[in-house]
């Protein structure tokens, strides 16, 4: 059974600080690649950071020198994908989902977590 296991969001002040982890199980880690997406209410759910299996890194242009995404499965048991957001925005309100994704061909395979709320004020 796949679970994406988000954590760390809160409240925060605008300028502050916030990490988000989120721990899969259940896939084929190495193989996936692993992103944020946020979504607020009458939006679409955009993406924010991802992180390929190879450990490339692309992000939403309102996010760049702010936010950080990173992986680690140096502990076999525990899949982790991290957002350490920095220089928060008000802009950045929204609930933060992690997501795992795979191509092989045209075939997508992809899974989300629950998601998890951010709210920064300003």
């Known amino acids: 059974q796949v679970q994406l296991v988000e954590s760390g969001g809160g409240l925060v002040q605008a300028g502050g600080s916030l990490r988000l982890s989120c721990a899969a199980s259940?896939?084929?880690?190495?193989?996936?690649?692993m992103g944020w997406y946020r979504q607020v209410p009458g939006k679409q759910r955009e993406l924010v950071a991802i992180?390929?299996?190879?450990?490339?890194?692309?992000?939403?242009d309102s996010v760049k020198g702010r936010f950080t995404i990173s992986r680690d499965n140096t502990d076999n048991a525990k899949n982790m994908v991290y957002l350490q957001m920095n220089s928060l925005e008000a802009e950045d309100t929204g609930v933060y989902y992690c997501?795992?994704?795979?191509?092989?061909?045209?075939?997508?395979?992809?899974?989300w977590g629950q998601g998890t709320q951010v709210t920064v004020s300003s």
């Open positions: 259940g896939i084929i880690f190495s193989f996936m690649s």
């Open positions: 992180i390929t299996s190879g450990r490339r890194t692309n992000y939403a």
């Open positions: 997501n795992a994704a795979s191509e092989y061909g045209s075939i997508r395979t992809e899974y």
